[in-house]
């Protein structure tokens, strides 16, 4: 397993949880990170992802809510998810790619974490 996922869990609306993800330094060091998910019947959708460089990029439904970082000294990112709404219940996927060539890269992705947020 090349990524391993944590943290997921039942929440109630309005609440909060952390999700975390370790990799090997190999790995980390150089991919951009990331959280996606999927709930039934949709496509997965990407979450957040930060660079090696901490640059981070989340989708529109989140901003504002969930916080993605890094900790280069384990190798570990993650998403902390505050004032979670009933529509953020997902799957969620911890996701790494490192590039390969100029129009080609890795991915790595992590088992599924079940987030559940009730109303």
């Known amino acids: 397993v090349q990524l391993q996922a944590f943290g997921g869990g039942l929440v109630q609306a309005g609440g909060s949880l952390r999700l975390s993800c370790t990799t090997s330094r190999n790995i980390f060091s150089l991919a951009t990170m990331g959280w996606y998910r999927q709930s039934p019947g949709k496509q997965r959708e990407l979450v957040a992802e930060?660079?090696?460089?901490?640059?981070?990029n989340y989708a529109d439904s989140v901003k504002g809510r969930f916080t993605i970082s890094r900790d280069s000294a384990k190798n570990t990112v993650y998403l902390q998810m505050n004032s979670l709404k009933p529509e953020d219940t997902a799957i969620y996927y911890c996701?790494?790619?490192?590039?390969?060539?100029?129009?080609?890269?890795?991915?790595?992705w992590g088992q599924g974490t079940l987030v559940t947020v009730s109303s």
């Open positions: 996701h790494g790619s490192v590039m390969k060539t100029l129009l080609d890269k890795y991915n790595y």
């Open positions: 930060i660079t090696a460089r901490d640059r981070s």
